[in-house]
């Protein structure tokens, strides 16, 4: 019996090459999105389970107050950690991990050319590979740490540095502020993708001891705030209340005024709550869109499988009068689905393995290819076949089996009028997902229009920001000095931080008791605000004054912050230690992401004739370097590295536009602007395909109507306009349910935004005509087709 | 005696008054009958088929097959009575367009949940009987009508059923195609022992049959034995 049905349905689909087509590619399409959202969901929601106490581990941090704020502090002091794991019964191992913060040089002295600069480097407590389940491939999980100076490096990091060599017992030379020699003591798999603790290096905390750079964060003797990242391995994981109230109370000993909270969060939930909490949004809007791309493509399938029952008619009639039940009838569609459902499924994993690459490059993701094997995800994939198939094949058969032999013999069709509205509706749903997307596409792309295009006060353009680092010394003058000699640079300036990046924050009395004001503050020389082309609010009197001692330049937002009344020239700022002179008031602009206001900033300007630049700041300074645009820009980086390899023979050069790290703050809209077109894409073209199959489907079934009306003298245009206006009334109603509920999401989603846009008329508009052109398109063409056939001919065959 | 009907009536409701296809309907067959129903277009020709093949029931009216009150039936036990006894044989042959001749017989076959191989072994045996064996391998549309017919009929006597009904079996043939036809009916009717009703507007295909029942506006109007 089944093979009768499947033989059936294997015929059917050759039969009707353009039904099984859009049937299938439909699906397939809908299919493929989802698995791979749902692959890029379950990725995130993986992060950090694969260690075997991954529910017992947990992550400290706290919440400070400062000022008026409260941040969120992830890094704790090195006596931390021991400190409350001695206090705590319920902890039974403890963790400290601590990222080097600015890139190193690292060199395998034996062989001159493996030398590279490398950001990723963590010192770890010598038990990190017993704590945490990364794999090592060679060494003693118990003993590769547990020396300082020790190191273990990953597969890749091997060959990179020692090729097919055995690295064990080597050493690598590590260029901090001084040179350090680092053992190899073992080697670890690759780090998978899904965990938020990375390093190719894995080195001994203990070397810290003897770093000086180190120094400062190794001074601390209390449970306080620090440079580490801080683990527990508890008991049990209920044991949370006992352990944070046990580092509140620990708190409270060091400072028994202070607010802060200590807390723990497990360490699984780490990623999305502190690592990349721009995917969060993502996570709960992607499972809906697939959810809804889903529903699109089974609704496709359905009205379009329903549609052709009508000319399955005859056979289900015939199979019934031949003994067949219900049952039988609806087993048979059921079967028939199935078999669609599986061959769309094959057809979605191969657009899957083709595309996966590209949808993860626009989410800017990494996915191992083992997770995508792991059992966990392939039973995932197998429900949602499972689901596919359930739903796909439950209405037509439910459908199809109802129909009655006695109605097939009299010659009366089954288009049951319930079977047409069902139809409708699915139109209307399709299409209004569509608009829907389409007008979300729409605004999430003027707002990075407006984003990107915002009045920000500084003039981007053309102005290259190479970091300095401490390996320049006190040379970072006299490369300023060559570089301004070079044909084609217009000026060049020096700051602590490159823009949108950072700034320091200082806190001082306010005018109230008790009250803090913060004020963030750049360290700037003279050239800077020319180089960048801030404006102006009161200059002052003359350009040198702003580089004096205790001068400060403040913007517009801080004298509103300060309450300066009148003219603030002059005024003085209490920065407790010294008081320092307002020489100066810029007009606001954007130092930091738009995602904030402009906040106060108070900026101090250094004569150009500072040298110390590079040496002073942790991390270095940045050069800003404005260039003539029309300059051979290729050929003027070059000469800038060569003058800056002068200088700094051991950090390498790097570059970037302040255009391009101002187009970098919108990674997370870009993502979302580029999956969202994806979506558009898909949507439209799964619902253009399911409207296509109905139209032609609605043509076949008024072939005698049109035939009759054509004998009456009907035109071409006048059937093709009605045989597109039915379905134009559909696309015009999907079109008002959809606009008010994408107004509202989008306006939430507007909301997040410091600077947004307005959602204009026209947006909407814009959706309904891509709308219905889109529809016009595909069902005309069987419109103009049906309107065409002569109708001797439909006539005859009734 | 293989089925009777006893007062049957079936109407159906157009804008608030009541349209009667039958009424008052009363026939009783017997085992290895020939049938002819004959009428003008509307006369309830078809229906009346319909209610003997259980595709229909009727508004009114008792009717009793092979010792069983249809109307009272459930629908399973109804469906396992037509399943075993009744065959249909339609004038527009209604074979399924996706199947081949072979698969068209079996299809019967695979509604009584019959064995694979036994399926195999009956459908040759008709195969055989009809002289279609190398037929076997087509679908319907490379058959001429005749054939397509007379797959029909195969089909309708692949469950051995006690009786066959056929709503016009010749009105799409032509009349040679039709006369064959005709006489395998008797054929079948005389050898096998088969009933067979059918319905048809021939006065000459109707003189096949053992009995003659003429209908008009839904009434039993004349009965001729011949």
């Known amino acids: ?368 290819a083992s997770f995508v094997y792991s059992p966990a995800f392939i039973i995932s994939i197998a429900l949602l076949l499972l689901f596919t198939i359930l739903i796909a094949g439950l209405y037509p058969s439910i459908v199809m089996s109802s129909f009655k032999p006695v109605e097939m013999m009299s010659g009366k069709k089954s288009s049951n009028g319930s079977g047409v509205w069902v139809r409708k509706t699915f139109t209307v749903l399709q299409f209004a997902i569509a608009v829907a997307l389409i007008v979300c596409g729409l605004i999430i792309d003027r707002q990075l229009h407006h984003l990107r295009h915002t009045e920000t006060g500084v003039n981007r353009e053309n102005v290259l920001v190479v970091p300095v680092q401490k390996t320049m010394g006190i040379s970072g003058n006299a490369l300023r000095k060559d570089l301004q000699d070079l044909h084609g640079i217009i000026s060049t300036a020096m700051a602590h931080y490159p823009l949108y990046k950072g700034y320091d924050m200082f806190f001082i009395q306010g005018k109230a008791k008790n009250e803090n004001i913060s004020l963030p503050i750049l360290s700037v020389d003279e050239h800077f605000i020319s180089t960048l082309g801030i404006k102006w609010r009161k200059a002052p009197i003359d350009k040198f004054v702003i580089s004096q001692p205790k001068k400060v330049v403040i913007n517009e937002a801080a004298v509103n912050k300060l309450n300066i009344q009148g003219d603030p020239i002059g005024k003085t700022i209490d920065f407790g230690r010294d008081e320092y002179a307002i020489a100066g008031v810029v007009k606001n602009f954007n130092f930091q992401s738009l995602n904030a206001k402009i906040d106060a900033l108070v900026m101090f300007v250094a004569p150009d004739t500072t040298n110390t630049w590079g040496i002073e700041g942790n991390s270095g300074a940045s050069m800003f370097i404005r260039v003539n645009p029309k300059t051979n820009l290729p050929v003027l980086i070059s000469q800038i590295k060569n003058t800056y390899e002068k200088y700094d023979k051991d950090t390498p050069f790097e570059f970037q536009f302040v255009d391009d790290a101002f187009n970098a703050m919108f990674k997370a809209e870009d993502r979302l602007a580029g999956i969202f077109s994806l979506f558009i894409i898909l949507t439209v073209l799964i619902a253009g395909m399911g409207l296509f199959g109905l139209a032609a489907f609605t043509a076949q079934q008024r072939t005698k109507e049109i035939g009759i009306r054509k004998v009456l003298g009907a035109t071409v245009t006048q059937i093709t306009t009605l045989l597109s206006s039915d379905f134009l009334r559909l696309v015009l109603i999907a079109f008002f349910i959809a606009s008010p509920i994408a107004w509202y999401v989008m306006n939430q989603w507007l909301n997040d935004f410091t600077y947004r846009i307005e959602i204009s008329w026209w947006i909407f508009a814009l959706a309904g005509i891509i709308a219905v052109l889109i529809a016009l398109l595909t069902v005309s063409f069987q419109a103009i087709k049906a309107a065409l056939a002569n109708p001797v001919k439909s006539l005859r065959t009734e | 005696m293989l089925l009777q009907l006893n007062k049957i009536f079936k109407w159906v409701n157009v804008g608030g008054s009541r349209t009667f296809l039958l009424r008052d309907i009363n026939l009783t067959v017997q085992q290895g009958e020939f049938i002819s129903i004959m009428g003008p277009s509307g006369s309830g020709k078809s229906t009346l088929l319909h209610i003997i093949g259980m595709l229909d029931d009727a508004d009114e009216g008792e009717y009793v097959f092979a010792d069983q009150n249809v109307f009272k039936l459930k629908e399973k036990q109804r469906s396992q009575l037509y399943k075993q006894h009744i065959g249909f044989v339609f004038q527009a042959y209604h074979l399924i367009d996706e199947l081949t001749v072979y698969e068209n017989i079996e299809t019967p076959l695979i509604y009584q949940d019959m064995k694979g191989s036994e399926r195999k072994a009956v459908v040759a045996d008709i195969l055989d009987r009809f002289g279609i064996v190398g037929k076997k391998d087509l679908f319907p549309s490379q058959l001429s009508g005749g054939q397509q017919q007379l797959v029909g009929i195969a089909r309708a006597l692949a469950s051995n059923p006690k009786v066959i009904l056929a709503d016009e079996p010749t009105g799409n043939l032509n009349s040679k195609q039709g006369e064959e036809i005709m006489e395998l009916f008797k054929k079948l009717n005389k050898e096998d022992g088969v009933t067979i009703i059918q319905v048809t507007h021939s006065e000459k295909n109707a003189s096949y049959g053992s009995r003659t029942i003429h209908l008009l506006d839904g009434r039993v109007d004349q009965i001729v034995n011949s």
């Open chain 1, 1 to 368: 019996m089944l093979r009768n049905y499947f033989k059936i349905a294997w015929r059917n689909l050759f039969r009707n090459k353009l039904y099984s087509t859009i049937n299938i590619g439909g699906l397939a399409l809908g299919l493929a999105a989802c698995m791979l959202i749902m692959l890029y969901v379950a990725h995130e929601y993986s992060f950090d389970r694969f260690h075997k106490n991954a529910n017992r581990i947990f992550t400290v941090y706290s919440k400070t107050v400062m000022g008026a704020d409260t941040m969120q502090m992830l890094n704790f002091s090195y006596a931390s950690a021991p400190i409350v794991e001695k206090n705590d019964g319920a902890i039974t191992a403890s963790m400290r991990v601590k990222k080097e913060y600015k890139p190193v040089i690292i060199q395998n002295p034996e062989k001159v050319k493996a030398k590279f600069v490398e950001s990723s480097l963590l010192y770890a407590d010598a038990n990190f590979f017993q704590f945490f389940s990364f794999k090592l491939l060679k060494g003693n999980s118990k003993t590769v740490l547990n020396q300082p100076f020790f190191m273990v490096i990953s597969e890749d990091i091997a060959l990179k540095y020692f090729g097919n060599a055995d690295p064990i017992g080597k050493t690598l030379q590590v260029k901090n502020d001084s040179t350090y020699l680092f053992r190899v003591s073992g080697v670890m798999k690759n780090n998978p993708s899904n965990t938020s603790i990375r390093a190719d290096f894995v080195v001994s905390l203990s070397s810290l001891k003897s770093m000086p750079e180190a120094e400062p964060f190794m001074e601390s003797e209390s449970f306080q705030g620090g440079a580490f990242l801080t683990f527990f391995t508890l008991k049990n994981q209920n044991d949370v209340a006992h352990v944070q109230h046990t580092m509140q109370t620990l708190g409270k000993k060091v400072d028994k005024d202070s607010k802060d909270r200590y807390l723990l969060t497990a360490l699984p939930d780490m990623h999305l709550k502190f690592d990349d909490s721009a995917n969060i949004k993502y996570i709960q809007i992607f499972p809906l869109v697939a959810i809804l791309i889903l529903l699109l493509a089974l609704v496709n399938y359905m009205s379009l499988s329903t549609a052709r029952a009508t000319l399955r008619a005859k056979e289900i009639g015939v199979r019934k009068v031949n003994g067949a039940s219900r049952k039988s009838v609806a087993f048979q569609f059921y079967v028939e689905s199935s078999l669609y459902a599986v061959l769309s499924f094959g057809f979605a994993c191969l657009l899957c393995v083709l595309f996966q690459s590209r949808f993860f490059n626009l989410l800017q993701l990494n996915i191992d």
